[in-house]
């Protein structure tokens, strides 16, 4: 199995930007498809975006599209989440998880492996 551990989170102006990580450890983490959950107060854990395992193609939910990306580094068993242009609205915790499948995945059962989530609040 693999573990992960978010960081990057903090409080931050809307319209700034901040970058989110991902270390992971254990099994090799080019085997997985990485992919980014949110779950703000009060709602269901939501698809922000999804990388393949080598990192040419990825995906993104409709509200974070031209202002999110997520990227990866093999070599360093680390994924990313560069977010610009916030909004109040993606004041969340945010959760990186890892899938076995073969191809780019959006719903949360197939995930099998979370990080602990680390924290984003926007300010208006």
């Known amino acids: 199995q693999v573990q992960l551990v978010e960081s990057g989170g903090g409080l931050v102006q809307a319209g700034g930007s901040l970058r989110l990580s991902c270390a992971a450890s254990?099994?090799?983490?080019?085997?997985?498809?990485m992919g980014w959950f949110r779950q703000a107060p009060g709602k269901e854990r939501e698809f922000v975006a999804a990388?393949?395992?080598?990192?040419?193609?990825?995906t993104y939910a409709n509200s974070v599209k031209g202002r999110f990306t997520i990227s990866r580094d093999n070599a360093k068993n680390t994924l990313f989440l560069q977010m610009n242009s916030l909004k109040s609205d993606d004041t969340a915790v945010y959760y990186c998880?890892?899938?076995?499948?073969?191809?780019?995945?959006?719903?949360?059962?197939?995930?099998?492996?979370w990080g602990q989530g680390t924290q984003v609040t926007v300010s208006s």
């Open positions: 998880a890892a899938s076995g499948r073969l191809s780019l995945v959006t719903t949360r059962n197939e995930y099998a492996y």
């Open positions: 254990g099994r090799t983490f080019s085997w997985y498809v």
């Open positions: 990388i393949d395992r080598n990192g040419d193609s990825t």
